[in-house]
């Protein structure tokens, strides 16, 4: 009787491994499937906000207040319908960054903020989209 019993413990552990497994691998394969489906979105997402992060390049460089506060506002604006499709880290940088561009164009501290800001910002948008695995553009071959 004991073999009888422990025999069925065993297929019962068996099934129990078993259904474990298969669960494992469906909620690997839902969660696969849900980064491919939002892949694009954040891409365009990560894209804009580099765009974004351009256009304070030039208002900052050439040291244009109006298009400073133009470019942060737009950009905050922007960050309030897609902030999160964005990663953590760029996420969290977006904001100090405009907020340190305000500061810089009204002539307040914070001048070398905003360009520390600005490059940890342009380094974690790269980052954050994954860009090292994104295929290589590829030029027109003469």
Known sequence: MSEVIIGALVGLI?????????????????KEFYHSMIFKERLERH??????????NTALN???????????????????????????????????LINWSY???KKEEGKNKVWDYLNKTLSSLSVGIGV???????????
Not at 133 to 138: D, T
């Open 14 to 30: 068996g099934v129990i491994v078993g259904v474990a497994i298969q669960e494992v691998r469906l909620w690997r394969e839902r």
């Open 47 to 56: 894209q804009k906000a580099f765009e974004f992060c351009h256009k304070l």
């Open 62 to 96: 050439i040291r244009d207040t109006t298009q400073i506060n133009k470019v942060a506002k737009e950009f905050r604006e922007w960050w309030n319908g897609n902030s999160f499709y964005l990663d953590n880290q760029s996420r969290e940088l977006i904001i100090p």
């Open 103 to 105: 500061a810089y164009a």
């Open 132 to 142: 090292k695995y994104l295929p290589e553009s590829k030029g027109k071959e003469k």
